[in-house]
């Protein structure tokens, strides 16, 4: 594989899951470990480590700025909460991710997707009673850390970023607004919470060249951007239903995978 094939392959990695990180509000982990094993060829652990040390940088920013320039905010004290949960499941996550073979990681996924796809359909059902959650609203804290730490710890053990932990947690489980939960999970895409998970995978050298990973780079910057301008000009409801066929489609790749 050529430096040229690499970089323009992880653009097209990059890009794609860019787009729907910027679209769903959730970090782009998800797209970028299955198009990494889809384009770039790469077995499981170094696709997710691969996904890990790619969303170090802040390629969120820009996406995450189109959601607050449209009035979405997010208290500091659900960012600190959701943080230090974020940081100590992440840390679990990589070293219980470096124990497991490829096979027990894909079908992990699997579960993980089918459980938050359950939780989505719920909120769905359930139908929105006119209660929405303030921006300034208090939550409670041990819910907030809960969130931050199941989604560190799928940061860290599926290389996905932990960004649909998080959507998904505040809104189909604290009734968070869903362009208010969206912003949160793209700030986390922003603050390099990752880096105890991605430091235990690049310690082993899990991850795919750097031209593909420069390529990643400047896919997600621009697809991150694209993706959450066009969010901003849909409904909540059609935000959901995105999300679900999103994290199906994603299920239904990683379960072929897991049986091939």
């Known amino acids: 594989m050529t430096w040229i094939y690499e970089l323009f ?8 899951a860019g787009l729907a990180s910027g679209f769903s509000g959730t970090s782009p ?11 770039l060829g790469a077995e499981q652990h170094v696709a997710q480590g691969t996904s890990l040390i790619t969303q170090i940088p802040p ?3 820009a ?3 189109r959601y607050w320039q449209s009035g979405n905010r997010s208290p500091l004290q659900w960012i600190v909460w959701i943080g230090i949960g974020f940081l100590i499941g992440g840390a679990g996550g990589g070293y219980a991710a470096a124990a497991v073979s490829d096979a027990v990681l894909q079908w992990t996924y699997v579960v993980y ?5 359950a939780a989505l359909l719920l909120r769905r059902d359930r139908k929105d009673d006119g209660s929405k959650a303030d921006g300034s609203a208090e939550l409670p804290w041990f819910p907030l850390f809960l969130i931050g730490a199941l989604a560190g710890f799928s940061s860290g053990f599926m290389g996905i970023g932990g960004g649909l932990a998080i959507t998904v947690g505040l809104a189909a489980g604290l009734r968070v607004p869903q362009h208010q939960a969206q912003l949160v999970s793209l700030i986390f895409s922003v603050i390099p919470t990752n880096i105890p998970a991605a430091s235990i995978y690049w ?3 899990l991850m795919v060249g750097w031209p593909a990973i420069l390529g990643i780079l400047a896919g997600l910057w621009v697809g991150t951007d694209l993706g959450a301008r066009a969010a901003n000009g849909v409904s909540k409801s059609a935000l959901r239903r995105a999300m679900i066929a999103l994290v199906s489609l994603m299920a239904l790749y990683m379960s072929y995978k897991a049986l091939s």
């Open 59 to 61: 390629t969120g920013l």
């Open 63 to 65: 996406g995450a700025r």
């Open 9 to 16: 392959a992880g653009a097209g990695v990059g890009l794609v």
């Open 29 to 39: 982990g998800g797209g970028l470990v299955i198009f990494s094993v889809l384009l």
């Open 203 to 205: 310690s082993k050298g």
């Open 113 to 117: 997707l089918v459980a938050l796809i």
